[in-house]
């Protein structure tokens, strides 16, 4: 069965410094791993998808890697704005039938 | 915005009541999932729906149940309500394939009082 773990489960920065949103998984034998954003009570955002082939994401200030055999993954997020503020959910896909786990995610707040 | 469209936004039940909740799926996709989202956790799923066939179930009872129709819409339908099955319910689309993006919709808010 697979577990996700995000780490840390909250972060509070000022605007303009760079982070670093940590996800790992306990079942490397994964199809590809999605990266998701969430304002609170809503639903989610797709941010990033990685296939399992695949080393880096980068989609704008957003760069996502991916170490499947160690079950990591990092988002790394550039020059980080008041609108960033929100919930980041990292989910694998293991089966062939596309169903997603996640983890509990970091829920990020930006000052300005 | 993704193009899957969820209805209700919020709803309240009571207890032991049964409820229906709806999905319209992006254009082009067959295949929907379920996931149930309590406060403060990931989403967890409920099940998949792919050409109008449950794909594949997670660790819900059989109260759980639905459907998805010839236009790739679906319904999550709960009965005998429980006072823990108020979360955030999210439905998901996507054309079926292992690589292919997820889209979620905004999800609805069911309250159990």
């Known amino acids: 069965k697979q577990e996700v773990t995000q780490i840390p489960a909250a972060l509070s920065v000022p605007e303009g410094e760079n982070l670093v949103l940590n996800c790992s998984f306990t079942d490397s034998a994964i199809y590809n791993l999605q990266w998701f954003r969430q304002d609170p009570g809503k639903g989610l955002t797709s941010l990033l998808l990685?296939?399992?082939?695949?080393r880096e994401q980068t989609s704008g200030r957003l760069n996502a890697s991916l170490d499947k055999s160690s079950g990591r993954s990092t988002l790394y997020i550039a020059a980080s704005q008041p609108g960033d503020s929100a919930t980041y959910l990292c989910a694998p896909q293991n089966s062939g039938y596309s169903t997603l786990t996640f983890g509990k995610g970091t829920m990020l707040l930006v000052s300005p | 915005e993704t193009g899957v469209t969820q209805s209700p936004t919020h709803l309240i039940k009571t207890r032991g009541q049964q409820v229906t909740l709806r999905c319209s799926s992006q254009s082009g996709h067959n295949t929907v999932s379920w996931y149930q989202q309590a406060l403060g956790q990931g989403p967890q799923f409920i099940f998949q729906y792919y050409r109008e066939e449950e794909n594949g179930r997670g660790n819900f009872p059989p109260r759980f149940s639905g459907l998805q129709f010839p236009n790739y819409s679906s319904e999550l339908n709960v009965n005998a309500l429980e006072l823990d099955d108020s979360a955030l319910y999210l439905c998901?689309?996507?054309?079926?394939?292992?690589?292919?993006?997820?889209?979620f919709g905004p999800g609805t808010r069911l309250t159990v009082l």
């Open positions: 990685i296939q399992s082939s695949q």
């Open positions: 998901a689309s996507t054309t079926g394939g292992s690589v292919d993006t997820q889209y």
